[in-house]
Every structure is written in structure tokens, then in C-alpha cells.
């Protein structure tokens, strides 16, 4: 009810025939750049990637060329997580799972359309636990219409009992077209807290994630010592990534590119032997600005040596102004050649980012 991700009805057939052209996609893709089959991680995200058998899963990894350090992650709805699937899954690659709990709460998993309900949540954790899964990534989203503090916390101390390698901690955003916004603004469900509250519930979520050992390594992730995600660090940090399938988004630097989110177009795509269609060559002005951006999420910041080294940019030279008026407000900090965002401007990224791009 609040998702505006890219989605098709599922069916067998359908599923099939993607993934012949997804095999092909990758095929193609490996002719031309045979290197790029070295892979340090892998998320098969969605939609609902689960939805493949673990045979499937295990063909496209074949593919690919991993080392003992390589993490590979399946997003996993709750309710797919049974004794058979886990047994079968333990017979691929992957070694890490994303689970979309959102919340511990049965009136907000409602809110959210979501098929579970909180009470089955221990037993599946556990389940993985079984089989070996011991590396486990949790969702939780905060904002929500309804939300308190003392209803937050209640979820934190439930999320925590259930003892996850990672956390990663989402404010709900709505897009206007959503089932969720449409309740919203016809007074079926109160509107979305008010700013002054979400801070206080993303400073709850800090403070008492840390207290409970976690370390936040990024605005919306938390995890246990040496348990980071390896896959999203490669985003933040500005390094290629291929992205496989309808709606993909890829980064081979200089070039960014998107898969058709139509699947027939996304066929045809291959059919003709197109690959990374419609791909812009970033300017050096974008990649520094994508450099920053992407950067200052991370909790250890940007390193100003390699903006140097790297794109000839001197950003203190450059933003001086800007970061005199930040530094006085306590806004962002310095440690060596590393710039981050203080404690205090994590909640305010946006705004903080905005004044350095």
C-alpha cells in the first residue's frame, strides 16, 4: 500500500521467460566485459526475488566468479521462509538474507499491506538460524501514520530481541499515487507525523541501537561489529556495479544506465542484443557531485585526498564559504583528510549534502 517500486503479476510462465532474457542479459553483458563476472557481492532485491526456485538462483550465480569473501544477499519475504525453501537455498551461494519485517506491530504491518503478522516472526528468524544463515539483515520503518515513541521503542526492543546481524531503518515517504497516501488524504488514516517527531523518533532509534551494540555506519543502517553490508558500501562508495534485469540501474564510470522497466521493451532490448541501453556518460561535475552525495551518507564521511586524487577537486577550496557557516553550526566534522556529517545533521543529510553539491 505504500510501495511505488516497479512490479508485474507473478506466474510461472512469465517468470520462466524472464529468466531466459535475464540469462541472456547476463551473457551479453560478459561478452563484451568478461571482468566483470569477478563479483564481490551480489542482492538479488525486488519486488520479491524469493519468488525464484533455488535452482534459479543458483544458475544465475553460476555465472559469476566469487571469492570466499563474497557476500550474496536474496531479499526474502517472511512468509516464504519454510523449512524446504531455506533446506534448498542452502544448496546455492547465498550467504546473507534481507528480511522485509518493517514492523512488529500488527496495526502498522496492516497499514502497510503486509501479509504477515508479528507473532510468526521469532519462528521464521529461528528457522534461518537452523540452516545456517548467520548473517541476517532486518527492515523497520519509522514515520509511520499512528506512531509514537513508546510504540517505536516497543518495536526496537522486539527487533533486537530477534538478534540481527544488521539493521536498516527507513522514514515511510509516500508518493502521492499509493494506496496508503489515498487513505491519507480521504481521513481514513491520520496524516504522517509531524518533522518535529521524526527527528525524536530517529534519535530514539540511534541512541538505543547503539546501546544494544549496534554501530551505524550509515543514515538508515546499523549493524554489529564487522557485519556491514559489503553491497550497499559499493553504492555509497561510488564503485561499479552492474545492474541485471527490467528496471535495473547499473554504474560502469563513467556511464549510468537503466533497464526498461517494461518488460517487453526490456526483451526486445536483449532480443537485439542492447545492452545498458541509454546509457549517459556522467560528467566529472556529476560523479563529485555523486561522490559527495553518495559519500557523506556513510558515518566515516568522504575522503578529501581521494576527491583530489581522483577528480582534481578540492572541495574545501572550492565550497570554503559553505563549510565555515557548516563547522560553526556543528553540522559536519573533521578527522584526518575525512569530512562527515556530525551526529546532530544525520537527520538533515538532505539539506546538510545539498549545500556542498
Known sequence: GYCTFFSVPYSKSSLELYLQYLHKEIDLIFQYHPDLAYAKSIYFGGGTPSLLRAEDIAELCAHFNFS?????TLEINPLQITQNYLSALKNTPVNRLSIGIQSMDNEELNLLDRKHKAEQIKDKIELCRQFGFNNISL????GLPCSSLNKLKDNLIQFLYLKPEHISCYLLTLDSDTPLAAKIKKGKVPPLPEDSLLAEEYELICSELDRAGYEQYEISNFCLPGKQ????LCYWKSMPYLGLGASASGFLPPYRYTNPSNLYDYYDHVEKGLIMPEAESCSSKQMIADFIMMGLRLTEGIDLNELKNHFNYDLEEDKQSQLEKLYSLGMIEKNGSYLSLSTKALFVSNTI???LI
Do not use: A
Not at 570466499?68 to 550474496?72: A, H, L, N, P
Not at 553490508?229 to 550497499?232: A, D, E
Open 68 to 72: 570466499k569473501e563474497s557476500e550474496i
Open 139 to 142: 527492515d523497520l520503518i519509522y
Open 229 to 232: 553490508s559489503k553491497h550497499n
Open 353 to 355: 549534502i545539498g549545500e
